[in-house]
């Protein structure tokens, strides 16, 4: 016989990974849209001493973001 | 006619003035300004003079910049607590799930995932909030005032105007907070149809006016 409440936990599921999937497309164009405007705004204002920690973050960002996409795709 | 004894006291002798009438004006003022010693300017600077390691876009060769402005660091603690009391939220779902009162039970990797990516998002959310800070920037210098405008992450703004152009001065400080922590706005009017400058909730307002006042003095004296 078909389990009913095994079907329902499994879209639920299936709906999380899809919903956490586009999710973190979205929030990796929008980091590339903030490393974008950090790297302008850089050479706006030269010379800045911390310009290259802010740049790093943003680099490391958009890195974490397209590894838990990919982690998104493998484990769930 | 005028008369005067010598034996009488006199009650009231002006002082001589030291005036030296080789003295030009220029030489008068170079001794007013205050001295070049340069800061450093560190991550969380948002007042000041004479900073080192910075400069902007189209800056001459020989404009030294005398004040740097951002908005007091104080003003980020809005977001600061709303980010450590987002952070927390989580740790209540997992007490919640240890008493067993959960409204939904996941499995281990899926609670995993949107933990990391809720706590990405909290990061990212400090980040925004951080570089929209850090950017408002705004530059006093020998020539100009510079204004730089950095707000939702598209908006980007660059407003100069020539020190000759500026009429009046002013600043605001309302508040209890604002007086304790000795920042406010500053005001900076310039002549007919030019932009007039805004610094929000700049350090040492009082300093700021009085700085652009002898500039734009000084500035007066010399032409």
Same mark, same amino acid.
């Given at each position: 016989?078909?389990?009913?409440?095994?079907?329902?936990?499994?879209?639920?599921?299936?709906?999380?990974?899809?919903?956490?999937?586009?999710?973190?497309?979205?929030?990796?164009?929008?980091?590339?849209?903030?490393?974008?405007?950090?790297?302008?705004?850089?050479?706006?204002?030269?010379?800045?001493?911390?310009?290259?920690?802010?740049?790093?973050?943003?680099?490391?960002?958009?890195?974490?973001?397209?590894?838990?996409?990919?982690?998104?795709?493998?484990?769930? | 006619?005028?008369?005067?004894?010598? &034996?009488?006291?006199?009650?009231?002798?002006? $002082?001589? %003035?030291?005036?030296?009438?080789?003295?030009? !004006?220029?030489? !008068? *003022?170079?001794?007013?300004?205050?001295? $070049?010693?340069?800061?450093?300017?560190? *991550?969380?600077?948002?007042?000041?003079?004479?900073?080192?390691?910075? $400069? @902007?876009?189209?800056?001459?060769?020989?404009?030294?910049?005398?004040?740097?402005?951002?908005?007091? @660091?104080?003003?980020?603690?809005?977001? !600061?607590?709303?980010?450590?009391?987002?952070?927390?939220?989580?740790?209540?779902?997992?007490?919640?799930? &240890?008493?067993?009162?959960?409204?939904?039970?996941?499995?281990?990797?899926?609670? *995993?995932?949107?933990?990391?990516?809720?706590?990405?998002?909290?990061?990212?959310?400090?980040?925004?909030?951080?570089?929209?800070?850090?950017? &408002?920037?705004?530059?006093?210098?020998? $020539?100009?005032?510079?204004?730089?405008?950095?707000?939702?992450?598209?908006? %980007?703004?660059?407003?100069?105007?020539?020190?000759?152009?500026?009429?009046?001065?002013?600043?605001?400080?309302?508040?209890?907070?604002?007086?304790?922590?000795?920042?406010?706005?500053?005001?900076?009017?310039?002549?007919?149809?030019?932009?007039?400058?805004?610094?929000?909730?700049?350090?040492?307002?009082?300093?700021?006016?009085?700085?652009?006042?002898?500039?734009?003095?000084?500035?007066?004296? &010399?032409?």
């Amino acid at each position: 016989m078909f389990n009913f409440f095994f079907f329902q936990t499994f879209q639920l599921l299936i709906l999380l990974k899809i919903t956490l999937l586009i999710f973190d497309l979205f929030f990796i164009v929008f980091l590339f849209i903030v490393f974008k405007q950090v790297a302008s705004t850089n050479s706006l204002i030269n010379e800045i001493h911390d310009a290259f920690i802010l740049k790093t973050i943003a680099i490391v960002n958009l890195i974490i973001a397209l590894s838990l996409f990919f982690v998104a795709i493998a484990i769930l | 006619m005028e008369r005067r004894d010598k &034996n009488m006291p006199d009650i009231f002798v002006a $002082k001589k %003035k030291n005036t030296n009438p080789n003295k030009s !004006i220029k030489q !008068i *003022l170079t001794i007013d300004m205050p001295p $070049k010693t340069t800061h450093h300017l560190h *991550l969380i600077s948002a007042f000041c003079e004479y900073p080192e390691h910075i $400069k @902007f876009v189209n800056q001459e060769t020989d404009e030294v910049i005398l004040l740097f402005l951002r908005r007091h @660091f104080i003003t980020n603690l809005r977001w !600061i607590v709303i980010g450590a009391i987002f952070a927390l939220i989580p740790f209540i779902f997992i007490i919640l799930a &240890n008493f067993g009162t959960s409204l939904i039970q996941l499995p281990f990797k899926y609670s *995993l995932m949107l933990t990391l990516a809720y706590y990405f998002i909290l990061l990212n959310y400090f980040f925004v909030n951080f570089i929209t800070w850090y950017f &408002n920037i705004s530059f006093v210098t020998e $020539k100009r005032v510079v204004d730089i405008d950095f707000s939702g992450l598209v908006y %980007k703004n660059l407003a100069a105007t020539k020190l000759s152009l500026v009429q009046d001065v002013s600043y605001s400080q309302t508040g209890v907070i604002r007086s304790i922590f000795d920042y406010g706005d500053v005001f900076v009017q310039t002549a007919g149809s030019f932009e007039n400058f805004d610094f929000s909730a700049v350090p040492h307002p009082a300093k700021v006016v009085g700085i652009i006042e002898d500039l734009i003095g000084k500035r007066g004296l &010399n032409v």
